[in-house]
């Protein structure tokens, strides 16, 4: 009780961290190369609004909430500058002359927007090429906002905040029924998916943890155990994640959906030592030597499952991304909690129960031990024993095809339901404008003032062109533009001064007075670093047409064909290869979990025939698990990355519990098939009653909005429902036909 007061005391120090940044160690190579990205440019976290208009932008009224709305994303937190139709700057003059101004001025400047007046501004900006698929749709009836934060650096910004804070500046324009106004951009996913995640764990774990003491109350039929099964996993989850708040872990997108698996766990350590006792009731023990014996009784397989899926938990911590080696702490520390909670609070609390407390829960539980079905059952499996294993490996063969099939997610908006405002506007601005996500490239000519080079500005026009003709891009933006709406406008604002000049003075001089006339917040660093040795482009960039992985690809092969001296950079680059990271670490973490099970399964058992016969109800669940992703298209990601510790880890649990009583029963002489159906009669109820109620604790989640943490919930209940077909029917047939008595 001590131990869990104080633990749980560091939830209040408990923080939640949602930025990109938090997947990567400080020294990671991709981090490295973003924090030099942000030290040059900015970060490159913004939120995007989208105000669509049917009458067009280009009227007083539209145009009037289009200022007020980039006006005051400025007064936001945390917000470092804003890009909008209202402050792109146009361009105009002479030879000697180059006036640059707001295409629509401030309300201090003019306070009325008139038609005229905005149909004038409407054919500047449809001149101007950087606007266009960026700023403003094609059609002139949607434009974008993109509100850029602060660098980050060691600081985190509160996504969530600011998310909330933006929702909150655009509500009053819902009653407008003329105009509709999303939200979406990198902000927007972070935003939200603490969100989500915060949500579902508040209202989601408890909704698991009700579904689960309703069915133990019904299994069981006595609130005793009921009260128990809560004093358990509350110690347990307050135990874990206060740990975890003394050790300043925060909370990710991973660790949310640990309050579940934790809760299957500590209900797995319960359910065997409850079910042994009321078992155990029948010899008429008093209350002392019944609670002992049944404690004796588990204590070898549950210190076997503890360890094996502590050590499947830790196994993460040496994986390459924080969230992951976090979530294998986490998990190790709950697997350790759990099973301490169990071996605790048990005794102490059917010692310290009023005898007719007890009596009477003992009398009113459903009976564990059913002789005369187990008798049935095994006669069943002993005779079709071959039968069996041939349909499960036939089972196998079709399961692996599938799951070798399995995807790799890793797009954020995907983390959202279709019906999700976020998902919403997302799909609206790729169809009506075009890609909000940005693949950042720092280009270096080689020495200071490079980029005014003309020789290195064509060459980076020409891949220019060549990337805005990939598929996926939607638009890009780079210093080029720039330049020839500069030189077009100090010769007459003719089209054909569109163009680079090839005087590397002119270029030089156009800049120095963009630079003069710039405001605040709109410098030329936007598009080069201090010295101007470096320039950047952005290729923006449509999810709905191609992938992360695939667009750095071409954007990567694209660049080395024009012998640019590059470096690719930006969050969409720097979070490319987290799913792959996922996987491998799901991999090794896999492997280590069956290589750990077996070795420990040929130590405690000592025999390797055991260890083999051992791994096969632990292997299928897992191959199940992908088979079934694959056929539903649950792609492998945050959530699902952990159902094949969960399967594995319960899958384990009922195995030794039934090979450490099975190998108990042939050490005191018992033949082969007595010993199964001893085991069975004891354990079969107990193991299809653990299942059915985890499969259906989890089934809850599936009413969450957290698309991840919805396919985690169905995929795990799944898999469980499946893990005890193969516990009941495969293992006995194994042991029958490898283990069985010569006949």
Known sequence: TALTIFSGLGILRLDGDFTHKVWFKKSDPSLLAYNKFEELYGNDDSIVLAIHSKQGIFTPQSMEIVRDLTQNLWKLRDVLRVDSIVNYQVSYGSDSTLVIESLVPSKDDLPDLTADFLQKRKSMADEAKIPQRYLISDDGKTALIFAYLKPSFEQQLHHKSIYESVVSLVRPLEKN????????????????????VLNDVKVLAPSLLVVTLIIVYFLFKSLLVVTLALCLITSTLLITFGTAGWLGINLDPLSGSLPEVLIAIAFADMMHITATLFILNRKNLDRKSLVKDSLMHNLKPTVITCFTTTLGFFSNFYADLIPLRNLGLLGGIGTVAAWMSTYLLTPCFFLLTPQSWLNNSLARARNFHDKGFSKQYINFV????????????????????????????????????????????????????????????????????????????????????????????????????????????????????????????????????????????????????????????????????????????????????????????GKTVLTSNIPHLILASFKNSLFMSLASVFIVMLVIFGSLKMGLISMAPNVLPIIFGGAFMCAFQFPLDVGTAIVGSIAFGIAVDDTIHFLANYIKLKKEGMNTKNAIEQVFSHTGREIIFSAVILSAGFSTLWFGHFVPSKEMGLTSAAVLLFAVVVEILLLPALLTVFDGDKR
């Open 177 to 196: 029924s003329d105009l509709q106004v999303y939200i979406t951009g990198i902000v927007a996913y972070q935003g939200g998916t603490e969100q989500l």
């Open 382 to 569: 002993y005779k079709n024993s071959k039968a069996i294993i041939v349909f499960f490996i036939l089972i196998f063969s079709i399961l692996l095809f599938y799951a070798v099939k399995i995807r790799v997610g890793g797009d954020s908006n995907r983390y959202f339901e279709n019906t999700h405002p976020i998902r919403i506007s997302d799909n609206f601005v790729e169809s009506s404008v075009g890609g909000h996500n940005v693949v950042e490239i720092i280009v270096d000519s080689g020495h200071s003032d490079g980029v005014k080079d003309p020789v290195f500005l064509k060459n980076l026009e020409s891949f220019n062109a060549a990337a805005s003709e990939l598929r996926g891009t939607s638009k890009v933006v780079s210093i080029v533009d720039l330049v020839k709406e500069l030189n077009k406008a100090l010769n007459k604002g003719t089209q054909d001064n569109y163009s680079i000049p090839n005087d590397k003075r002119k270029i030089a001089e156009s800049l120095f007075l963009y630079s003069l006339s710039m405001p605040a917040g709109k410098e030329l660093s936007q598009w080069a670093n201090h010295d101007v040795r470096t320039a950047r482009v952005s290729v923006f960039w449509k999810s709905a047409d191609t992938t992360k992985k695939e667009m750095i690809e071409r954007i990567n092969a694209t660049a080395k064909q024009h012998n640019l001296n590059f470096i690719l950079s």
